[in-house]
């Protein structure tokens, strides 16, 4: 069983950046690929970012790539996406999710509680 608490979210003007974070608990993190995806109201949920367990291997969305960046400290047991340069339309809930393989779909096992994120015009 993993938790995971995602936290960094609030209420940034457009152009601005923040950092988010999630951390995991457990012994066994690096094991688990981790991925960011966010829902704004009445969307379906959308993938951001996924890594692999080891850190190696990183993929982006096309419609964040070269804004957001998803990297992971294992030491930490902690999963974070940068976000720069930040629209209106990024406004939504961030979730973290965790599984053993790195996908792009939302079949991940393990998922946060979501923190908010508005970014004002």
């Known amino acids: 069983q993993v938790q995971l608490v995602e936290s960094g979210g609030g209420l940034v003007q457009a152009g601005g950046s923040l950092r988010l974070s999630c951390a995991a608990s457990?012994?066994?993190?690096?094991?688990?690929?981790m991925g960011w995806f966010r829902q704004a109201p009445e969307k379906e949920r959308e993938f951001l970012a996924a890594?692999?367990?080891?850190?190696?291997?990183?993929y982006h969305a096309d419609s964040v790539k070269g804004r957001f960046t998803i990297s992971r400290d294992n030491a930490k047991n902690t999963v974070y996406l940068q976000m720069n340069s930040l629209k209106p339309e990024d406004t939504a809930v961030y979730y973290c999710?965790?599984?053993?393989?790195?996908?792009?779909?939302?079949?991940?096992?393990?998922w946060g509680q979501g923190t908010q994120v508005t970014v004002s015009s």
């Open positions: 890594i692999s367990g080891s850190g190696d291997f990183t």
């Open positions: 999710a965790a599984g053993v393989r790195i996908t792009v779909t939302a079949s991940y096992d393990y």
């Open positions: 457990g012994r066994t993190f690096s094991s688990y690929a």
